[in-house]
């Protein structure tokens, strides 16, 4: 659904991507995993079309990106990381302005705004200003605006960025729910437990360099199941083990202060690039 091959992007003397491929198949959600500055934001950018790439090839439901960029465009949805509604128009009005944006006739886009406000609980809420609506409500009608012309594909730029963990995994269930409706779905994230329970597969960006490819379970299975942080003189480490009774066995080797867990996504990005994923 999505092949990106090669593709770069400079700002002046910054290279923000360098030569990025990856391909994401029908239905598939795919998390691109990474701190701020990675080149998340400037990836669904480039395939959106709102910037010019310097290098590079991209496809999207067999459409050029870059010579059918208008047909392309068409075939995705964009929720971007802030909220961008018009906080002075009522719901309704909002997602109407959008389906008359991309050509969707009068009674389908009454049916589809309908249907897709019920979906997320948001029924009831059509005739209210934007702006009398909480964090959490505002980031659904988000994913409804970017649904109302139902595209093939749907880009989620951090969409749960800012929100507290319970209306966070709210969102998350309801990106799971889209996806079983048949939608690919391009996520951005620097959260990793978003990325660990929503993808089917990650990819790890740093520096604007894709370092590996792989599903989440892939990527922590590697390093074994358990780990042990060791604290000592301000410094953490962290240990890795395949079973339960090796890491009891580091945790209690010494009089350093420890923390005993289970291995998650950010201790194999951390291993691979160096850096941790969180801001």
Not at 65 to 94: E, H, Y
Not at 106 to 120: G, T
């Amino acid at each position: 659904m999505i092949k990106v091959r090669e593709l770069s992007k400079s700002y002046s003397n910054t290279l923000a991507l360098d030569r990025v491929s990856f391909s994401v198949e029908a239905n598939e959600l795919f998390a691109y995993l990474g701190p701020n500055g990675s080149g998340k934001t400037t990836t669904i950018r480039i395939l959106t079309g709102l910037t010019r790439h310097s290098s590079g090839q991209a496809s999207m439901a067999g459409l050029d990106v870059f010579s059918q960029s208008r047909l392309a465009k068409q075939q995705c949805g964009l929720v971007p990381q802030s909220v961008n509604l018009d906080r002075d128009l009522t719901v309704m009005q909002n997602l109407d302005l959008h389906g008359r944006f991309y050509g969707v006739g009068a009674k389908q886009r009454a049916k589809r705004i309908d249907e897709l406000l019920e979906y997320v609980g948001l029924a009831d809420r059509a005739k209210s200003l934007v702006k009398t609506l909480s964090g959490g409500m505002q980031r659904r009608v988000m994913i409804v605006r970017a649904l109302v012309h139902e595209p093939k594909i749907l880009f989620l730029d951090e969409p749960s960025a800012g929100l507290d963990p319970a209306v966070r995994r709210q969102i998350w269930a309801l990106i799971k729910k889209i996806q079983k409706q048949g939608t690919t779905i391009f996520l951005t994230t620097h959260y990793i437990e978003e990325a660990e329970f929503l993808a089917d597969r990650v990819a790890f960006l740093c520096d604007g360099k894709i370092v590996a490819i792989d599903r989440p379970e892939a990527f922590m299975s590697s390093l074994g199941k358990w780990a042990v942080d060791h604290y000592s003189d301000g410094k953490m480490e962290s240990r890795f083990f395949a079973g339960h009774e090796e890491a009891m066995m580091d945790a209690g080797s010494g009089e350093k202060e420890f923390r005993l867990r289970r291995i998650n996504l950010e201790d194999a990005f951390l291993q691979m690039t160096g850096k941790r994923v969180a801001p």
